[in-house]
């Protein structure tokens, strides 16, 4: 498959359990982005990583987990989520960190914490 | 502080007519504007950047420092237009995106 893919698509957690979000980029790209977009709200972005380094963390909780094997693979481990975590995670790829380069999203997982 | 703002979060018009969707920030240095687009069941993705001046799908958008606003147009809207709308602005020396709520731009046949 090309571009940007994410799995799994839709993940049902409870507050107690730890899962892992995966995405893979086939564009050859250096760079990779976790996102979380809420109903009606600014996308925001949680991480990145540059050649498997990671360059931000956006204050987010310690409960996400990022981790980034290598340029094609990132992961968001999450444990201990809070119902307020709800939301659409996107993945993103870009070929680098240059000031306007296109990022390219996945599909996202819709994540619901009961 | 650094900011995109959509004043609409929904847009309706019929088919054939002019649409805008409208887009105003605000940053303290040189920005660069972005247009990203959702259609029903695909992922996010560019529609245009006001740094590449060119017209994708029949939409512009002119960058108007003076009025810090970024809106996208198209003079004749078509029903395969319907979709979310993005507005984002990065600096000319940052990556980090900085991402309006969007639009849903609803076209009527």
């Known amino acids: 498959e090309t571009g940007v893919t994410q799995t799994p698509r839709h993940l049902v957690m409870g507050m107690t359990n730890k899962k892992s979000l995966k995405c893979e980029q086939h564009?050859?790209?250096?760079?990779m982005y976790w996102y979380k977009q809420s109903a009606k709200k600014p996308l925001e972005l949680m991480f990145v990583?540059?050649?498997?380094?990671?360059?931000e963390n956006n204050s987010v909780p310690s409960r996400f987990s990022p981790e980034c094997p290598n340029s094609s693979h990132l992961f968001l481990h999450l444990h201990t989520l809070q119902p307020e975590d709800s939301a659409l995670y996107l993945c993103?790829?870009?070929?680098?960190?240059?000031?306007?380069?296109?990022?390219?999203f996945g599909p996202g997982t819709r994540l619901l914490v009961l | 502080a650094q900011r995109v703002t959509q004043p609409e979060k929904l847009l309706s018009v019929f088919k054939g007519a002019p649409v805008e969707l409208k887009c105003n920030y605000s940053?303290?240095?040189?920005?660069?504007l972005f247009w990203y687009v959702q259609y029903s069941r695909q992922r996010l993705q560019l529609l245009l950047r006001?740094?590449?001046?060119?017209s994708i799908k029949g939409f512009t958008a002119d960058l108007n420092k003076g009025e810090t606003s970024f809106h996208l147009k198209k003079p004749f809207a078509q029903e395969e237009d319907s979709a979310m709308y993005y507005c984002?602005?990065?600096?000319?020396?940052?990556?980090?995106?900085?991402w309006g709520a969007g639009t849903k731009l609803i076209i009527k046949p």
């Open positions: 990583y540059n050649f498997k380094e990671q360059t």
């Open positions: 984002a602005l990065s600096g000319r020396s940052n990556y980090q995106l900085i």
């Open positions: 564009l050859g790209h250096n760079a």
């Open positions: 006001h740094i590449s001046r060119e």
């Open positions: 993103a790829s870009s070929q680098g960190l240059r000031a306007g380069e296109t990022q390219y």
């Open positions: 940053y303290s240095g040189s920005p660069e």
